[in-house]
């Protein structure tokens, strides 16, 4: 059965994505950050025998969409959590490992996301808890996990709260490593210094957003 990989994405228009980083980033040049980061997640996480489908909010129409070559799905829902678990319920069905992640986490190993996969093979879910209390990746096999009603999506909460889900669930759930995203003038910068540590580690660059941070000397 093939695996499934879901990368949720917003169209990178001014004003609407990475406001946190507005300043120092312009609008404009938030979202061209933002577009990096989409390009760079999707192309750095596929693998043959999975396949990438990226879901969409934002400008349906936007010209990123064509150049990503994979198939495309149209978020629908209300919240965060309501699109999720929409999107989960068309790719779950039939027992299938299924993995989504963000697009706030150019740096983000492959060798996680294929962890995640892995772990699927074990256990109904898996988490990957992010450092500012989030999540930057979750994956289920088989069904919904019981995780998305009632949570404060972008606080700090969002973790605990979903462990916490799942507990009162009792579904059994693995933990991947800690890792960032990239929402605040601060994380861009650690973003800045911490690429170079992955490359000396032989991971791969996301091109994408060097050629972005090599465009803008300062954060």
Known sequence: MTDRLMIFAKAPEPG??????????????????????VRDV???????????TVWRAGDADHPLWGDLGVPLARQRGGDL???????????CGDGARVVVLGTDSPSLPPSLVDA???????????LGPACDGGYYLLGARGSVPPVFDDMPWGS??????????LRTACVPVHLLPFWYDVDRP??????????????????????????WLEAHHAP
């Open 16 to 37: 609407r994505v990475k406001t946190r980083l507005c300043p120092p980033c312009t609008p404009a040049d938030a979202a061209d950050l933002h577009g990096a980061f």
């Open 42 to 52: 999707v192309a750095r996480h596929q693998r043959v025998g999975r396949r990438t």
């Open 81 to 91: 959590g309501a699109r999720m678990a929409a999107a989960f319920a068309d790719e």
């Open 116 to 126: 995640a996969f892995e772990a699927l093979a074990h256990v109904p879910c898996v």
């Open 156 to 165: 700090a909460g969002v973790l605990p709260r979903t462990l916490a889900a």
């Open 186 to 211: 601060a994380d861009l910068d650690l973003l800045r210094a911490h690429l170079p540590v992955l490359a000396a580690l032989g991971e791969p660059a996301p091109m994408h957003t060097m050629a």
